[in-house]
Nanobody, 126 residues
Framework: QLQLVESGGGLVQPGGSLRLSCAAS????????IGWVRQAPGKEREGVSC????????VYADSVKGRFTVSRDNSQNMVYLQMNSLKPEDTAVYYC???????????????????WGQGTQVTVSS
């Protein structure tokens, strides 16, 4: 059974850092483009970042550019989102999601992924 599981969320003070992990099981991650999507209470889902199947291409939402870094380790079937200089407005449930590697990250903001994890809560507050 194809499954994505996020971890690494939690409570952090403004200016702090967190590293989210996305573990895949039941399929080989290197056949998929992976996105990170977040949803804050009362708001629509927002595409945060996307990474191509071989890691050669990455994109970021303007709201996180320069603060977040997406990476992947296909040998370990893992994708990561390093989040630095966190702000209260980054508070949300963060999801990793997958789609065929033949779909590029150019449309990442549409959040049209085939597979989704259950999400991990990130709370930025003093």
């Amino acid at each position: 059974q194809l499954q994505l599981v996020e971890s690494g969320g939690g409570l952090v003070q403004p200016g702090g850092s967190l590293r989210l992990s996305c573990a895949a099981s039941g399929f080989t991650l290197n056949y998929y483009t992976i996105g990170w999507v977040r949803q804050a209470p009362g708001k629509e889902r927002e595409g945060v970042s996307c990474i191509s199947s071989n890691g050669g291409s990455t994109v970021y939402a303007d709201s996180v550019k320069g603060r977040f870094t997406v990476s992947r380790d296909n040998s370990q079937n893992m994708v990561y989102l390093q989040m630095n200089s966190l702000k209260p407005e980054d508070t949300a449930v963060y999801y990793c999601a997958a789609i065929s590697r033949y779909v590029s990250c150019s449309d990442y903001a549409k959040n049209q992924y085939a597979y989704w994890g259950q999400g991990t809560q990130v709370t930025v507050s003093s």
